[in-house]
């Protein structure tokens, strides 16, 4: 795909007109071309044809059901990734819903920060610098091989955990990364927790790649997340 | 269906049948085998008697001819109750004895045979059956000595009679205890079944009568009536959930209405609904947070979970809550300490990990040491550091123990078992964020693995242990194994 300084497209897969209408208009205030089906069959038919970045599948559809649909896409080779919406938010059915072929996962109600950050996410993968050894952020360097990181001149000893997080906020480098995404992808836990016990990891790394610096790179967006950037887009 | 119908359809009545029709069988072998043996009894005793007798009165032939033979029969045949005599001579002529007729061609062959025949002094005209034996005497005279069998076919009419009427007897005795024992099963039955559709109907305080027998009917009575305490109990318990839940929903459910609600009517600049907006959405967050956890543990109690559980090392849990939450304890001016075995378990990896991170976060937030003076003179004391907590992971036999200790106010014994319980929060906790969730879920995730929550006291402070049963056999080597990991590495 070449496509990723153009406009993304979108499928929407969902039932509920509310919602649907809801999730539609707010991607084409992002920027995004989203279309809309209204059931599984039309979904079905619609994704086929391909030319889409991110499939958004709601769990439970009339006419064909959100996994029987993913599954046929996959087995016609359809690799578009496919956000899974469900109402089911417990653990075996995240699994039963990535293990038929979904890139991920998110359990009604969500927020639209929370999705939007998961389709961007998943919109980059394809074809994007995510599989490059160095990741540059401004002045900031992270090696993934020898697990090096500099800012400037300076070298920077990361705990383990610190290099995974900055590694996984790097990698998404300019996109708006939730805190359950982190605590799922770096931490590969999926409960929720009560404390604010993200913001503190966070901290812990922010005082090591930003505190002495003049400009800030890890920045934690309102509502949503953090995201890591040079300069203010 | 008609209480007859209902009646012969009962298991006791079917069984009754069973048993008539073995005891029928039984009884008329029995009195077979004994009119058989009469009947082989009888007739040895009259071929000795008879053998006995001809050779008397061949003797007598031999001693006395033919004149003391006439004499003898003639003499023997009078007697009352005689048995049959017949002296032919080689013509076939009868010329003795008290036989009028016999059936054709006894005479012609020796030996046992059994025959109808006419007394001489008989007048009716009815046959008579005998056993008779046939005897060649010298020169040509036949010897008939014979008994009639009217004892015999009389002793089995007897037997015949007794079998029809024991039979008889045993189907009626039979068939009057079984619908006895049907109807009286049925009684019981029926007193069941209406117990049962009342409480089908709503009233589950409804209990089945339970007799003084002792009986199966007695036991499953006790055992259904056992079940039905556990299901009212199960109700009980749910209503009180989901009073609960209604209560402590509505409470931020009305809180939330009422932000937006005074945001509307008075809120002037942008700024103002911004703020208002965005604690609406905290507060809707909040009871998301709140939901989760609630469906959570219904699905751990349900018992759904059990599906997607697989082995792994508790370890590795303990290892990887520290790693997550180490940073949060150290800001809240707390350190977390791990210290782990090597040990298998078999479980839902990811409730397990919840509900030890859910110990953990209650640690942090309400384990702060007490701020009291030093008792007088222990200069010791120090020796606990009282901001320490710590995780621990272990094996004790066959279950593993993952337990969170602090050094906090701990839960007084009374409230112990109360602070387990859904939404419940102890005063002390009022003031700080949470659901009242929290260890209710670790409860629920140790019960779906079989094992339980206990809280102790940690002298002071609040010991949770998490106790799980081990993967069973893999007291490997690695369990010895000890990491001690007393300080962060940084």
Redesign the interface.
């Known amino acids: 795909m070449t496509a990723t300084d153009t406009q993304m497209r979108l499928l929407i897969i969902e039932d509920d007109r509310d919602s649907a209408d809801y999730l539609v208009k707010a991607f084409r205030e992002v920027g995004y071309v989203a279309d809309l089906a209204g059931d599984g069959e039309e979904g079905l038919a619609l994704a086929a044809s391909g030319d889409y970045d991110v499939l958004v599948v709601d769990r439970m559809l009339p006419k064909r059901d959100g996994l029987s649909l993913i599954g046929t896409l996959r087995e016609k080779g359809n690799r578009t990734p496919v956000l899974i919406l469900s109402a089911l938010g417990q653990v075996d059915d995240r699994i039963k819903g990535l293990r038929a072929g979904g890139d991920d996962y998110l359990p009604k109600p969500y927020s639209f920060a929370e999705l939007l950050a998961r389709v961007e996410v998943l919109s980059r993968r394809r074809g994007g610098p995510a599989e490059e050894t160095t990741y540059r952020v401004g002045d900031l360097e992270l090696d993934r091989l020898s697990h090096r990181v500099a800012r400037g001149k300076d070298e920077l000893t990361l705990q383990p955990r610190e290099f995974r997080l900055l590694e996984y906020l790097m990698k998404h480098a300019g996109q708006v990364v939730t805190r359950t995404m982190l605590l799922e992808n770096v931490w590969d836990y999926h409960f929720d927790p009560q404390t604010n016990v993200i913001d503190v990891h966070i901290s812990r790394l922010r005082s090591k790649i930003d505190k002495g610096f003049e400009r800030p790179l890890l920045h934690t967006i309102r509502g949503a997340g953090y995201m890591i950037r040079d300069g203010i887009r | 269906m008609t209480a007859f119908g209902k009646l012969i359809r009962t298991t006791a009545f079917r069984l009754t049948l069973v048993y008539l029709f073995l005891f029928a069988l039984f009884a008329a072998s029995l009195l077979g085998y004994f009119a058989w043996n009469t009947r082989r009894l009888i007739t040895e005793q009259i071929t000795t008697t008879v053998n006995a007798e001809t050779s008397t009165i061949s003797d007598i032939f031999g001693r006395r001819g033919l004149r003391g033979l006439i004499a003898t029969i003639e003499n023997r045949a009078l007697r009352p109750g005689a048995n049959l005599y017949l002296v032919t001579t080689p013509a076939g002529q009868a010329i003795a004895g008290n036989v009028g007729s016999l059936a054709p061609g006894v005479m012609a062959t020796t030996g046992w045979s059994e025959t109808a025949y006419r007394r001489l002094d008989e007048q009716d005209t009815a046959d008579h059956h005998a056993l008779v034996l046939v005897t060649e005497l010298s020169s040509g005279f036949r010897l008939l000595i014979g008994r009639d069998l009217e004892e015999r076919r009389r002793l089995f009419g007897i037997v015949a009679k007794a079998a029809q009427w024991s039979v008889l007897i045993v189907v009626v005795l039979g068939l009057g205890g079984g619908i006895f024992v049907a109807r009286r099963v049925l009684h019981r039955i029926d007193a069941m079944t209406g117990t049962t559709q009342r409480i089908m109907a709503g009233d589950l305080s409804g209990r089945l009568p339970v007799g003084r027998s002792g009986d199966e009917l007695d036991r499953l009575a006790e055992n259904l009536n056992a079940m039905l305490e556990r299901i009212e109990a199960l109700m009980m318990g749910l209503k009180e959930v989901s009073d609960n839940i209604a209560h402590d929903l509505k409470t931020p459910l009305t809180r939330l209405r009422n932000r937006a609600e005074e945001a509307l009517a008075k809120s002037a600049t942008e700024a103002e609904y911004r703020t208002a907006l965005?604690r609406t959405?905290e507060e809707?967050?909040s009871l998301?947070?709140t939901f989760?956890?609630l469906?959570?543990i219904a699905?751990a109690e349900s018992g759904?979970?059990r599906?997607?559980m697989d082995n792994f090392d508790a370890a590795d849990v303990a290892n990887?809550i520290h790693?997550?939450?180490e940073?949060?304890a150290e800001?809240g001016g707390m350190t977390l300490h791990v210290r782990t075995e090597s040990t298998q378990l078999h479980g839902?990896r990811?409730?397990i990990?919840?509900a030890l991170?859910?110990l953990v976060?209650n640690a942090?937030?309400y384990g702060k040491p007490v701020p009291t003076a030093p008792p007088p003179g222990a200069g010791a004391v120090g020796t606990v550091d009282q901001k320490e907590i710590l995780i621990e992971a272990r094996r004790d036999g066959d279950r593993v123990l993952l337990s969170v200790t602090d050094h906090g106010p701990g839960i007084p014994v009374a409230d112990r078992k109360h602070a387990v319980e859904r939404f419940v929060r102890l005063e002390a906790s009022r003031t700080q964020?949470?659901?009242g969730l929290?260890l209710s879920l670790a409860s629920a995730v140790a019960t779906l693995h079989g094992g339980d929550l206990k809280l102790d006291d940690a002298h002071p402070g609040l010991i949770a242990t998490l106790t799980l049963p081990a993967l069973s056999g893999a007291s490997d080597g690695l369990a010895a194994q000890t990491h001690d990991v007393p300080q962060k590495?940084?």
């Open positions: 965005e959405i809707s967050d998301i947070r989760n956890a469906l959570m699905r759904q979970a599906g997607n990887g790693e997550l939450y940073p949060l800001d839902n990811e409730l990990n919840q991170a859910n976060e942090i937030k964020p949470g659901s929290g590495a940084a």
